[in-house]
Each structure stands twice: as C-alpha cells, then as structure tokens.
C-alpha cells in the first residue's frame, strides 16, 4: 500500500488550506499518466476527465453513454456539465496544477489575517482572527465592527469593491468600532504568517464541573495537531468533565487531524476494535474501501460533549462530530453543518488536476448522507457581537447554561433565535471544494 494525502480545500474567503497523508490500495499520485509525454492540450485533458469520472466518480452510473468531452470550450464547463447529472454533487472539479497547488502551504498564509461576517443588523463584524497576522498583531479582536475601508463607510461601498479591498489589495486601512464605543483606525500591510488553528481555550466552573472549551478552526496536520495537543494536556491536568467545542467556521481539512482529535475525546470505553468511520467507493473501487478504528489517547473520559457549528462547519468537521455520535451524548448548537460527506481524489494529469467525488464516510452505525448537514439540538444565531469565550455570547451561553441547569434556553435566547442572519452574502460563501484526497492512478 502506498500513501496517499487527504486534504480540505477550502475557499479563499474562508477556509485554511492543507494536505495530509493517509493510505489506501495501490496508489501512486505520481503515476497517474505515466504514459504522456506530451505538451497539454485542452482536448487532452477533456478526454482524461471523462475517462477520469466514468471510472472513479461516485455516481459513474449517473453519467450518459454519449457523452461528448470535445463539445465543452473548455475542462471547467466541461465538468460543470457532467456534475449536473448528479444534483447532490457541489464539488468535484478540474483546474490548473498550478493554481491547485499554490493552496498549500504548511500552515503558512498571506494576507491581513482577520475574516468578517455579516451579522443580523447587516453590519460586518470581524468573526475570527490569527494572532500572527498583520491583523492579530495589530491588535484586532472578534466582535468588533468593521466601519471604513480606505476612509470610506463600508455602507456605502459595493460588495466587489469590499472583496477587492481584503482579496486582491496588499495595503489597506481598516477602521473599526469596538464593542465600548471607541474606534480606531489600523493601516495593514500582507504578509506571511503562521496561523494558529485553535484560537482560543478556557476552563470555566459550571455547577461543580470544570468545562473545557476551544475554539478550533482548521483541520492542518502537524501544525494543528501539536496545538490540539498542548490544549488538551492542559484540560486533562485540570480534571476536565465537560467538553465543548466551536466548529463554526471550521471548513475542515487534514483527516488525520480528525482521526487524532477524535481519539483524544472518545471515552475510555472504546476500544481498538471500535470502528470510528469508513470510506466507501462506487462498485468499480470497492478494493479501495477502508475501515479506520479508534485508538484512545489522553485522560479525558466524557459522556457528553458540546459542538457549536455553522454553515461553515464542513467535511471533517462534521465527519468528526458523526464518528462520535455512536459513543458519546453529542449536543449541538448553533446552525446546521454545511453537509459534505464525500470526498474526492486529486489525479495530477499533465498540468491539471482532476478531483472527482470518488467516496462517502460512515460512522460506527453506518449513518453518512448528511447532505443537508447535521442538525442542531439549539438553533441560536452567532454572536459576532462578543470576542471568544464571552459567557454572553450566545452560542457558548447556550451549552454553558445547559450544563448548569440541563436547558439550552438563555435570558437572550428568544431574542437571538428569531435573529434572522446574512448567510449568504459573498463575503460568507461556502466552498465548492473539501476533503479532496491526492489519488491514485487508474489500473
């Protein structure tokens, strides 16, 4: 068996990127045309697709017998087509190697480091920072209120010209109120930085128990991992009963990272014959089907856990939440998943990659299909007006005041439920690309 790597993509507006290794039969990324000599061509790489889908596509059996690669301009529309045979299918794509490349990075980034969300008053809120960004060095917090870009009101700028401000600029200046009132003014430069994908933990005393809470926002590998690590070692220290974690703008990413965490808070009952998920593939790739098992780590024994989510929550963030719903009392809060329980396989052809829906995950109890997302137990709007581990803010208030007095309900809970939130708006989309895995060569 060879290795593989499986990764999230997430969008540029929201999501880290990443690539982690895991195995699977037979793969080899590096020979996956071993054949092809020669310079690429658009038609080239429209045949690839096609033989690329009708093979290792999820839903090959979708697709029509006539279809015609060579009546697509180009690869892109080309799969836009073949996708829509499959409504279930937002994500699978084709672009350059280059491009596709250039997502990853080790956990390192480029950019101002702090991301905005539209609240229920159609204000832009600053809704979570890294610490080593221009932004986070600059001393920007959650919660405050973005006013000005460049001196002007951001009311009275066009959604294309905030996007150009954050996406495309390399220097712009930023003008903030925070939450006392007070405003001020930070001129940020881009530049590249580590991020941090726990962005903050506490421990607080609830009705006799110690709640550990964290705030974790990207799934990277090594990097995430060692953070995961050092939060946990200090809630295990600290005799920690309760567990809750924020998943709500977590895209997902380095499987590996679920598999590590996953074990970490499963309960001392699991054992190694435990199944926590496996990947399932059409009837072509059945061989490819793999089973991976629970291997507890860590002191933490918890019968329940909390998980705040959003429509931002996605791929391994939920496959983290679904695996341990089998084992443990899982609450949720916030708003519904994203819903990605498939992944797909990344084939480097000439200078494309080629990344059809090639697989599903299901839990212990074989329960998958959450196109729709997971549900929540407690509906409750983010509360981008608070930084994190606000006991007000409404999310962390709703698990914190269950696990006191065994109801999600909070004095503002009404209030903050009938919130209707900007969901949609551009600077909040969804990707279109996770859980991608770096594939194998067809045989």
């Known amino acids: 068996m060879s290795n593989i790597a499986k990764f999230t993509v997430g969008s540029v507006i929201a999501f880290a990127l990443m690539v982690v290794s895991c195995k699977q039969n037979d793969l080899d990324p590096q020979n996956t045309n071993p054949s092809t000599t020669t310079t690429t061509t658009t038609a080239d790489i429209r045949d690839s697709l096609l033989a690329y889908m009708q093979d290792v596509y999820l839903w090959y059996d979708k697709l029509p017998s006539n279809f015609n690669p060579r009546s697509y301009a180009t690869p892109e529309s080309e799969m836009d087509a073949l996708r829509a045979y499959q409504p279930l299918d937002q994500w699978s794509f084709v672009e350059k190697a280059s491009s596709f490349n250039s997502y990853f990075s080790d956990g390192e980034t480029s950019d101002f480091g702090f991301w905005i969300k539209y609240d229920a008053n159609n204000d832009l809120r600053v809704r979570y920072v890294y610490a080593q960004s221009p932004a986070g060095k600059a001393g920007v917090e959650r919660g405050w209120k973005l006013t000005t870009i460049n001196g002007q009101s951001v009311k009275s700028l066009s959604d294309d010209a905030l996007i150009s401000a954050f996406y495309e600029a390399t220097s712009t200046t930023f003008g903030f109120q925070k939450p006392d009132g007070s405003t001020v003014t930070a001129p ?256």
């Open 188 to 443: 940020l430069t881009t530049a590249t930085y580590t991020l941090n994908t726990v962005l903050y933990n506490k421990i607080y005393e609830v009705a006799g128990k110690k709640v550990g809470y964290f705030v974790f926002n990207s799934f990277t590998g090594t990097p995430s991992q060692n953070e995961l690590k050092t939060v946990l070692s200090t809630f295990e220290a600290a005799g920690v009963n309760e567990m809750i974690v924020d998943l709500r703008y977590n895209g997902g990413g380095d499987v590996d990272t679920q598999v590590m965490l996953a074990n970490a808070l499963a309960p001392s009952s699991v054992s190694r014959s435990s199944v926590m998920f496996s990947y399932l593939h059409n009837t072509k790739l059945s061989a490819w089907n793999e089973t991976i098992r629970f291997s507890k780590t860590g002191s933490l024994n918890l019968s329940r856990i909390f998980f705040i989510t959003s429509a931002a929550s996605a791929s391994a963030s939920e496959l983290l939440i679904n695996n341990l719903k089998p084992y443990l009392d899982v609450k949720t809060i916030g708003k519904t998943t994203h819903g990605k329980p498939v992944g797909m396989y990344g084939f480097e052809v000439m200078d494309y990659v080629i990344a059809p829906i090639a697989f599903k995950t299901v839990n212990a109890k074989n329960v998958g299909d959450y196109y729709d997302g997971i549900a929540v137990d407690a509906d409750v709007a983010d509360g981008l007006d608070k930084n994190w581990g606000d006991p007000l803010e409404s999310c962390l208030a709703s698990a914190l005041n269950y696990i006191q007095t065994g109801s999600f309900a909070t004095t503002t809970q009404a209030r903050i439920s009938a919130e209707t939130e900007a969901s949609n708006r551009p600077l909040d989309q969804k990707s279109v690309r996770d859980l991608v895995v770096k594939a194998p060569a067809i045989k």
